[in-house]
């Protein structure tokens, strides 16, 4: 699987058949790696959906998001209305700064150069309801 941020990932099993995962050393990297690859593995053996674990909305693209023909790119997307996502900096430019900023993600498949303007694109939500979670004044109390 070509992937990217990921790859430098790679997986296979031992000589006794046990599955071995190599993901990668940067954070954003190793967070990609890990969902595409090691974690569906875990959850197919597991006897659970081997799916991502996101809730999922569809959404339209406020912006182009391009991609690179040949690789599979998860895009980080922020809300820009309640039925729009824009892309936001790369995981390549900002690393994991892009997964704490983003509201979700785009899967770009490899065959594709990405996603014109006004696209209705599967956003996966980082968050379980779908929305950025509020930040609390530091003397507030949980």
Known sequence: MTLHPGDTASLGPTEAGQPVFLLPGTPATCLWAYEFLA?????????????????????????????TIGMTEVCPVRFSSPAEVEPIASFAEAGVGSAVLADGFVIISAGSEGVPEGTVVRVYLNDECGRRPTQRKIDEKP
């Open 39 to 67: 974690g569906r593995a875990i959850r197919r053996l597991a006897g659970r959906d081997p799916a991502l674990p996101f809730r999922v909305r569809e959404m339209r693209t406020l912006r182009k998001i391009a991609s």
